[in-house]
């Protein structure tokens, strides 16, 4: 069984893989780089069978989405631990050490990220994981780095190394035993949200999930899908009700579910007076699935001596509109705690 294996899923990423793919190959020595493919239309393979023969790269027959496509491949790779890396990342000279060395010395840690900044403003942290992702106690997902859409600037300030709620799938290192033990990622959700959904469960499973500031990648982000795709805003919103609902206590999920309602009718409105007909369509949409798809899942049971970490015990829209909370450091800190 090999120890590492960085796996890249690609979805008619050929200018991405040529673009990042080098420098992964040369920072990720001695471990295998191997290309997950989810039946891209465009020159990828051909490109990777002229350029990379040495790679090897496993084909989809359709498009698996995120989470059933590293499923498939996964099950197809032995290794103790699979950094999961999306094709859109530019990694750094000592990206992988740090993480595993964390990894390696504490077997509860299921999960860890590096520190995640901007491709295009490498000063600047990046939306999709920044310096390590967390909850509000309805589940509202956020970063250090980010709120909403209000970016930090990386002044040092996330340079540490500490326990986080969920760790980001741009690049993700997992602990394959722990991975495999709790059935992998949700194939229903198919992309967006499954990286936080598999931490929650993670730790309802009492395993950990890091973040390690001492490594650090760069992350285009939006780079497969766009980032004013209808779909994806579909996706995102669908995908979060289903893993509240999958993953919050009963004690909780009456009063959160319709006030999850509520700010999501109010977002499509916004969307809709700001003339974006089609995202508004996208999130009423997204509502109507989720009460169609909800009864897939089971409720999640309240366990007492289940504690779940790193949980802002506040609302953060309410903090971050209407009290004007804009950056990690503003919320309150003694409030992030277990539940």
Same mark, same amino acid.
């Given at each position: ?13 050929? /200018? ?9 190959? $040369? ?5 295998? &780089? ?18 990379? !023969? ?5 084909? /989809? ?27 859109? &990342? ?29 491709? /295009? ?8 994981? $920044?310096?390590? @992702? ?21 002044? @040092? ?12 799938? $741009? ?33 309802? /499973? ?6 390690? @500031? ?53 977002? $499509? ?47 953060? !829209? ?22």
């Amino acid at each position: 069984m090999e120890k590492v294996v960085v796996v890249i899923l690609n979805y008619n990423g050929k /200018h991405l893989l040529e673009q990042f793919l080098p420098t992964v190959v $040369a920072s990720s020595s001695p471990y295998r &780089v191997i290309i997950v493919d989810n039946a891209s239309e465009d020159d990828s393979i051909a490109f990777l069978a002229t350029n990379y !023969p040495a790679i090897e790269c496993i084909q /989809h027959r359709k498009n698996e989405g995120f989470a059933a496509g590293y499923n498939l491949a996964l099950q197809k790779i032995e290794s103790e631990y699979y950094i999961l890396l999306n094709a859109d &990342v530019q990694v750094t000279s000592n990206w992988i050490a740090p993480i595993l060395e964390l990894m390696e010395s504490n077997n509860s840690i299921a999960a860890c990220q590096p520190k995640i900044l901007a491709y /295009h403003e490498p000063n600047k942290f990046e939306y999709a994981g $920044a310096g390590g @992702g967390f909850i509000d106690k309805l589940g509202y997902p956020f970063c250090r780095g980010r709120l909403f859409t209000t970016i930090e600037e990386d002044q @040092g300030q996330y340079d540490d190394v500490r326990e986080i709620f969920w760790a980001s799938g $741009a690049c993700m290192f997992l602990r394959a035993s722990s991975f495999w033990e709790l059935g992998g990622f949700d194939e229903q959700l198919f992309a967006y949200y499954e990286e936080i959904d598999l931490c929650w469960r993670m730790q309802q /499973h009492r395993y950990q999930v890091f973040y390690c @500031g001492q490594s650090s990648v760069y992350h285009i982000g939006s780079a497969t899908m766009g980032a004013d795709s209808p779909y994806k805003t579909y996706l995102k919103f669908r995908n979060r009700a289903l893993v509240l609902y999958k993953n919050l206590p009963i004690s909780l999920l009456s009063w959160s579910h319709l006030l999850r309602i509520l700010l999501d009718l109010m977002a $499509a409105l916004q969307a809709f007076l700001r003339g974006k007909v089609k995202d508004s369509y996208a999130i009423l949409k997204a509502q109507l699935d989720f009460f169609r798809l909800r009864n897939k899942y089971k409720l999640a049971v309240d366990d007492p001596q289940i504690q779940l970490k790193q949980v802002y015990q506040r609302i953060l !829209p309410f903090d971050y509109f209407l009290r004007g909370k804009k950056k990690f450091s503003e919320l309150d800190q003694s409030r992030i705690s277990a539940y």
